[in-house]
């Protein structure tokens, strides 16, 4: 019999609870573990703390926006290997290709459906 092994931890980070909730109800259906946060801020606590496997974050947050938290997380040690998601509404090509030159491993404009969610979450680990 194989070993259990602990589900993926994904931090999902958006200030719209609507947004937020479904994205992690989307996650948690498919067995991911998740956690979440509200702005830039509380998101790089909570990688510092929690060690996500993943981190789905929104482009658009109070306090730092997802650009910023993206390379602070790629400029430190303990995140650099932590593939971040970047979402948002903002869709042209020169905002795509900002948040790839940040670090980000994937660029998802919204909207998206929980599908398309979860196939870059399995991607990207």
């Not at 067995?31 to 979440?36: H, K, L």
């Not at 650099?80 to 940040?102: A, H, Y």
Request: with cysteine; net charge neutral; aromatic share 6%.
């Amino acid at each position: 019999m194989a070993a259990s092994t602990t589900p993926p931890l994904v931090l999902v980070v958006d200030d719209s609870w609507t947004e937020l909730t479904w994205m992690a109800n989307a996650l948690q259906a498919e067995g991911y573990r998740v956690i979440t946060a509200n702005d830039g801020d509380e998101a790089l606590a909570k990688v510092l703390a929690e060690r996500p496997d993943c981190v789905i974050l929104d482009v658009v947050l109070p306090k730092q926006n997802g650009f910023q938290v993206c390379r602070r997380l790629k400029q430190q040690a303990h995140s650099r290997e932590i593939p971040v998601i970047l979402i948002s509404v903002k869709q042209t090509p020169t905002d795509q290709q900002w948040g790839l030159q940040q670090g980000a491993a994937l660029y998802l404009p919204k909207p998206f459906s929980p599908e398309v969610l979860v196939q870059s979450v399995k991607r990207v680990l």
